[in-house]
């Protein structure tokens, strides 16, 4: 059994943190960039550069709007997501928490901070952020996967379970959300739930899990 423990562990099981992307150039207008004819080379090669680099340029023109408005959440906010995306997590953990003190209510705020401390592997802080999304706003699926990611790693493979749980019943074909309560249910060698699990994975389109069990020499074939 212990061989079938070893082997799930070394699945492949990436966390599945919700990081929304939609936003980070929320409000963005044109930008009415003047160039002066006497531009020099070396000021166009560094505009060039920036073109090819949009997080950077985001990075920017966010700093400028906090420089021109300290106290917009927003900028905050987006500025965060962009260091996040440059996997940057304590510059955006230090945006994220800015914005929060300006809009206590940002979910978003909470739950990318979240995904933020669990890459650092903090991930008791992270589940104090996904507590506070969830109280924010208990609907979404998401929260609940990403708080469930957090246990899992904690190996909270009960607590994990419930969340799965809740996020199948607020999304009922939410794949992903069966796959990874499946493996909680066989890391507690609760193998016939698991199987159920895989079953209704593989309905959706995912039969990974499946394919694994029926494979499997340690526990009886799913059916």
């Given at each position: 059994m212990k061989n079938f423990r070893?082997?799930?562990l070394g699945m492949l099981f990436s966390a599945f943190l919700l990081l929304p992307l939609t936003g980070l150039y929320a409000g963005e207008e044109g930008a009415n960039e003047r160039q002066s004819k006497n531009e020099s080379v070396k000021d166009e090669k560094a505009k060039q550069e920036k073109a090819s680099n949009p997080l950077q340029e985001a990075i920017d023109k966010r700093t400028e709007e906090i420089r021109l408005n300290p106290k917009n959440p927003t900028a905050y906010y987006n500025r965060g997501l962009a260091y996040h995306s440059q996997g940057k997590y304590e510059k955006a953990i230090e945006d994220y928490s800015r914005a929060i003190e300006l809009d206590p209510r940002d979910i978003r705020a909470y739950n990318n901070r979240g995904i933020a401390?669990?890459?650092?592997?903090?991930y008791e802080k992270s589940i104090q952020d996904f507590n506070r999304a969830i109280l924010l706003?208990?609907?979404?699926?998401?929260?609940y996967m990403n708080r469930a990611a957090a246990r899992f790693n904690l190996q909270q493979y009960k607590?994990?379970?419930e969340d799965y749980t809740q996020a199948v019943d607020l999304k009922p074909n939410?794949?992903?959300a069966y796959i990874y309560r499946g493996r909680c249910f066989l890391l507690l060698e609760k193998y016939q739930e698991a199987c159920v699990d895989a079953n209704?994975?593989?309905d959706l389109g995912n039969c990974r899990l499946l394919e694994h069990l029926t494979e499997s020499k340690d526990i009886d074939k799913c059916e």
């Open positions: 070893s082997k799930l401390y669990d890459r650092q592997k903090q706003y208990p609907g979404a699926a998401e929260f607590k994990a379970i939410h794949v992903a209704k994975a593989c």
